[in-house]
């Protein structure tokens, strides 16, 4: 057993964070992975109020009696979803980890605090990781630029940011971005992360709800199929490539602002592709890491042999090292 300040402070038994997605972290999803002993999160925002991501809770908690948390992205929006009401749905409904990303949860800790809620905060730099700790987050998720959706605009690989961060804070951290098996756990430990967080690697599962022509692909992909989105916007995003990423990305090459691209980014249109299998549907996000992953497994296979391959790593490869 793995045994890090992750699993301490978050009360789970291996060092192994299914990440929020959108559309994607389902009930279904994450119960599997928390039952397998690792930390499965519920994408708040995937339902559509907070009234059904109560619901989406209940249905976890018929499938597992471990404990799991929901992601709360925080984005700045013209019409912004009612945070306050999905916030007190996730105390309310006793869920105890919530996982933030997007914008500072500053101005939510205040209500996690009092409720008995550990947060982690997902991000892409130092900086800003220094800064959630510095508001209170009990962890922090940092994301390297290899990463699906949001990389930042640093453009900092994992190798560099995990250690770098681990330098400068004193609360566990959790990599993100390019892990898919027992060498990535490996490695980000020796970076000096407590555990790793993966979503493209657990949208390749059987429990994941998405289309099946979907995780084929990603089986069948390599890690120089995707594509960075949004990058003169400053706001890039790193998604499968396909006809629709191509074709934006070419269009904002040529000085096409975000107004021209909307209708092709329409987040409706991602949940199209993972509905119908129609790869071209939309952007949907995957990471790079997909050169790494050849199967679908259950959430359970995967969290076992990547726990029972770090061990041998360890104590094996890396332990021969050692005269």
């Known amino acids: 057993m ?14 192994i964070v299914q990440g929020g997605m959108q559309w994607v972290g389902r009930a279904e999803l994450a119960a599997a992975v928390s039952d397998a002993g ?3 999160i519920i994408t708040a925002l995937t339902q559509p109020t907070p009234e059904a991501l109560a619901g989406e809770i ?27 009401e999905y916030r007190h749905a996730i105390a309310e409904s006793g869920v105890k980890i919530v996982e933030t990303a997007g914008a500072s949860p500053e ?23 220094l800064r959630a700790e510095k508001v209170g987050v009990d962890g922090v998720s940092i994301d390297g630029f290899e990463c699906a959706g949001h990389p930042g605009e640093d453009d900092i690989p994992g190798l560099v940011l995990i250690p770098a961060a681990a330098d400068k804070l004193s609360i566990p951290i959790i990599a993100s971005g390019g892990i898919a098996d027992e060498r990535g756990l490996v490695a980000a430990l020796a970076l000096g992360a407590d555990g790793v967080n993966m979503g493209t690697r657990f949208m390749s599962t059987q429990e994941s709800w998405i289309h099946q022509n979907v995780k084929d692909r990603i089986v069948e992909a390599t890690e120089r199929e995707t594509s960075l989105i949004f990058r003169p916007l400053r706001n890039t995003a790193r998604v499968a490539r396909n006809e629709i990423s191509t074709k934006v990305v070419s269009m904002l090459d040529e000085g096409a602002q975000f107004e021209d691209i909307r209708e092709l980014v329409a987040g409706v249109r991602g949940r199209e592709v993972y509905e119908s299998g129609d790869l071209d549907a939309g952007v949907w996000s995957v990471g790079m890491v997909q050169g790494l992953i050849q199967d679908v497994p259950s959430a359970r296979e995967l969290v076992e042999r990547m726990v029972s391959g770090a061990e041998q790593i360890i104590n094996g490869r890396l332990a021969g090292f050692i005269n």
């Not at 018929?62 to 945070?83: Q, R």
């Open 2 to 15: 793995l045994k890090t300040r992750f699993t301490e402070t978050f009360g789970v038994t291996h060092p």
């Open 38 to 40: 690792a930390l499965g």
């Open 58 to 84: 209940a249905k976890a908690r018929e499938l597992t009696d471990k404990p799991f948390g929901v992601n709360l992205t925080i984005l700045p929006s013209i019409n912004p979803p009612p945070y306050d």
């Open 107 to 129: 101005p939510h800790m205040p209500f996690f605090k009092d409720h008995g809620i550990k947060v982690l905060h997902k991000c892409t730099s130092v900086r800003h990781a």
